[in-house]
């Protein structure tokens, strides 16, 4: 079977939206009994009685992060806590954590839409998973873990850290799929050279590699798939909505299905809050159909995206969005002009000679704003320096014609900067003013 909800993935527009309007009056129904959503709607002066259509769903207001943050950690429950069965609460990569309830029907929901992505990129229960990402209150542990588990495959729950011991769970379990984090499968690829396997080496039964959580470069992911020898999927997910399964890329690798069973999509304009046209980059705007113990209501992910037009050839009728281009907030402002952290990997990764993790700085050096990309140059590069010279002469001039600021550009070897566990670090702001 092609498909592991083929009811619900395949269904046709029309029928995917009755199916969404219907789960929408109910859980504007739901929330509009909690204290947070009863205010929230009497301020923007709506009566969800007026929310008859999908496209009416744009007369709501939106929820922020900072909503979340007010109202932490049970203000916006929508059950009695008796029905709340855990907490997770986000990464933290941009302030405060917020915390995210669940019910025992949001867990069982969340892995039937995990066990769907994976079943979705050819995964079966004869593969064996290996998950790499630190488990606790990041959702990308347990998220997978039942995720998996729902669709029988073998788990192996290594969690964060230790490469070594992870390359050898790899060999001696047979692992053939593993989940990371971008810049932890760089690393786990250079870990396995060392221990002598994977391409070059002695061979792994490795063959697919879900990679989400941050933001990455098309190129990235070529890279990951080369060092790897494996296929690559983008997965993409935030605690507020469950975690992972919020988005997937399917065997086409052209675009991440939403699950517009479970949400409501929108993709607007962050600063008019208007719809973008297909193609167009905005903000992603979520409501969420199907959650029990928190619903919330067109969620600003300020994650940046747009919608891929027209249908996939897998079937699915579920829209597409486009690669992840990161979020409102990591847009650097330098010299006026705005430029984000995945257009600098992207000229990067074009580059044969360069590895894949990159830090840039800016900092203020006599009153003036400066940035400087420093990047790994792979060992077996050249070590002329006129050669070195040009080669970062032409990173510059890439780098320029891309941003329209001209940045210095700095090798270091590899490992030569710092790898962190967790999400990557990939802007370190030391200006004076910001
Ligand atoms: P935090 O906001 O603290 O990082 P989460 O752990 O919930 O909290 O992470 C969700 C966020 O991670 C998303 O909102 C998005 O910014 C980022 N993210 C998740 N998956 C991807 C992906 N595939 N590509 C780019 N960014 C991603
Ligand atoms: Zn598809």
């Known amino acids: 079977m092609k498909y592991l909800h083929p009811e619900l993935e395949t269904m046709a527009r029309p029928e995917l939206e009755e199916y969404q309007l219907d789960r929408l009056k109910n859980i504007l129904k739901k929330v509009s009994e909690t204290p947070f959503y009863s205010n929230k709607f009497k301020e923007a002066n709506i009566d969800i009685s007026q929310i008859n259509t999908i496209a009416d769903i744009r007369k709501l207001p939106f929820t922020t992060k900072e909503d979340l943050r007010n109202n932490y950690p049970y203000g916006m429950a929508a059950v009695p806590m008796e029905e709340v069965v855990r907490i997770h609460s ?23 839409q995990v066990a769907r992505c994976l079943y979705m990129v050819g995964l079966r229960k004869t ?19 039942y995720g998996a588990e729902k669709l029988g495959m073998v788990t192996v729950p290594a969690a964060a850290g230790n490469s070594k011991r992870q390359v ?14 971008p810049s932890y499968a760089t690393r ?134 486009a690669r992840l281009q990161g979020r409102s907030d990591d847009m650097i402002i330098l010299k006026g002009v705005n430029i984000f952290p995945i257009q600098i990997e992207k000229i990067l990764m074009q580059f044969k000679e360069l590895g894949t993790n990159y830090l840039i700085t800016l900092q203020t050096v006599n009153n003036n704003d400066e940035m400087i990309v420093e990047v790994e140059l792979n060992e ?50 030391l200006r004076s003013f910001k």
């Not at 290996?130 to 873990?145: A, D, E, K, P, V």
């Not at 470069?217 to 070529?222: F, P």
């Open 90 to 112: 986000s990464s933290g990569t941009t302030g405060n954590p917020t915390v995210v309830l669940h019910s025992q029907q949001d867990l069982d929901w969340w892995a039937e």
């Open 127 to 145: 593969d064996v998973f290996q998950n790499s990402s630190g488990y606790g209150m990041f959702t990308g542990g347990l998220g997978f873990q």
């Open 168 to 181: 050898k769970f790899i060999v001696d379990f047979g692992t053939t799929a593993i989940h990371a984090i």
């Open 188 to 321: 786990l690829a250079e870990v396995m050279a060392e221990e002598g396997y994977g391409i070059g080496h002695k061979p792994t039964k490795l063959k697919t590699l879900v990679i989400g959580a941050e933001p990455h470069s098309e190129g990235q992911r070529k890279r990951i798939e080369e060092v790897l020898g494996v296929k690559a999927y983008n997965s993409y997910g935030l605690s507020e909505m469950c975690g992972p399964g919020v988005a997937f890329e399917c065997t086409e690798q052209n675009g991440l299905h939403i699950w517009e069973d479970s949400y409501i999509v929108e993709i607007v304009d962050p600063v008019t809050l208007e719809p973008v046209k297909d193609g167009e980059i905005g903000e992603l705007v979520l409501t969420t159909l199907k959650r029990d113990a928190m619903p919330i209501i067109r969620y600003r992910t300020r994650d940046l995206t747009s919608f891929m037009p027209g249908e996939c050839p897998c079937g699915r009728t579920h829209r597409r969005i």
């Open 380 to 429: 077996l590069y050249s070590e002329d320096y006129n050669e070195i010279k040009s080669l970062a002469s032409e990173i510059r001039r890439q780098l320029k014609d891309e941003l329209l600021v001209t940045p210095t550009v700095k090798f270091v070897n590899k490992g030569g900067l710092p790898q962190s566990e967790g999400k990557a670090v990939r802007v370190k702001d």
